[in-house]
C-alpha cells in the first residue's frame, strides 16, 4: 500500500508520499510515489500515485508521451488545475479497462487514485484527488488537505491543527508527524519519505527533501513529538471520583 498527503494552505502546498510498494515478511520493495512533470514555465504540477503499480506507471507514461507528442490535452495546454485532472482522470480509467480486459475475470485490481497538484498560470494553487472511477475532488477551506492510500492513522493530527492560515513550515511539519504515525502503525507503508513543498507563485519546485528510516531530523521529529503526547497525557485533567457510578451487572 502507500500513503500520500497533500495538504493547499493558504501561503501554498505541502506534498508527502511514501515509498513502500510491498511488505511481504521476506519482500519488502519501494517506488516513489511523486512525480513533477517538465512542464512550461507558467505551470508546476505534481502527482502522488497510490494502487496498482502497474496502472500508475501506465498512467503516467502516457501523460509523458502526450506531453512530447504535444496531443490535443495535456499537461502543457490544459488551462486550470481542473482540467488536468479531468484529463489525468480519463487517462487513468482508460488504461484500467485495458488491464480489465486482458485479464478477464481474474482476481487482479488494476484500480488506482492520484492526487494532482500545484498552479497554471494566474490561478492559485490547489490539489484535486482523482478516484479510480475517473472523477475528482478539491480541498476545501474546512478540509485543507487530501490523503489517499492508507489514511486513517495520520488524519487525526490533520483534522485537529491543519488549518488555511497555518503557516507552511508548521503545516509541512504536521505532514511529516501524520506520515511518520502512519509508519508506525502500518507496516505496508514505509521510507523513504519524499516532501515537497510549494510556495505560491513562486512556481519553483526547489523545496524537496527525501527522508530515509534512520534520516537525523525525521528520528529527532519522532523523538519529539512522542515526549509532548506523553507529557500532554500526563498533564491531562484526572477523572472526578464523584462522577463515578455504580456499574450495573448483568446476572
Not at 14 to 37: C, E, W, Y
Not at 54 to 80: G, M, P
Not at 119 to 129: F, S, V
Request: hydrophobic share 40%.
Amino acid at each position: 500500500m502507500t500513503y500520500c498527503i497533500a495538504a493547499s494552505i493558504d501561503e501554498g502546498l505541502i506534498l508527502v508520499s511514501d515509498s513502500r510498494t510491498n511488505a511481504g515478511i521476506d519482500n519488502v520493495s519501494t517506488h516513489g510515489k511523486m512525480h513533477a512533470f517538465d512542464t512550461l514555465s507558467d505551470r508546476k504540477i505534481i502527482l502522488l500515485c497510490a494502487g496498482n503499480l502497474a496502472t500508475t506507471q501506465a498512467v503516467l507514461e502516457q501523460l509523458h508521451r502526450d506531453k512530447i507528442k504535444n496531443a490535443n490535452i495535456n499537461f502543457n495546454n490544459v488551462e486550470s488545475l481542473f482540467e488536468a485532472a479531468e484529463y489525468l482522470g480519463q487517462v487513468s480509467v482508460e488504461k484500467q479497462k485495458q488491464y480489465v480486459s486482458a485479464q478477464g475475470k481474474s482476481a487482479f485490481n488494476p484500480s488506482a487514485s492520484f492526487i494532482l497538484a500545484g498552479q497554471i498560470g494566474t490561478d492559485p494553487h490547489g490539489a484535486y484527488m482523482v478516484y479510480a472511477e475517473g472523477n475528482s475532488i478539491t480541498s476545501s477551506a474546512n478540509t485543507p488537505f487530501l490523503q489517499i492510500g492508507e489514511s486513517k492513522y495520520g488524519k487525526p493530527i490533520l483534522d485537529r491543527f491543519l488549518k488555511l492560515g497555518t503557516s507552511i513550515d508548521e503545516a509541512a511539519r504536521c505532514c511529516l508527524v501524520s506520515m511518520d504515525s502512519t509508519i508506525r502503525s502500518n507496516a505496508s507503508v514505509g521510507a523513504p519519505v519524499e516532501m515537497l513543498i510549494y510556495r505560491k507563485n513562486s512556481f519553483s519546485l526547489e523545496e524537496y527533501y527525501c527522508f530515509d528510516d534512520d534520516d537525523d531530523y525525521m528520528l529527532q521529529l519522532r523523538r519529539s513529538w512522542e515526549t509532548k503526547l506523553r507529557e500532554a497525557i500526563a498533564s491531562l485533567p484526572c477523572l472526578d471520583k464523584k462522577l463515578n457510578k455504580t456499574m450495573h451487572v448483568a446476572l
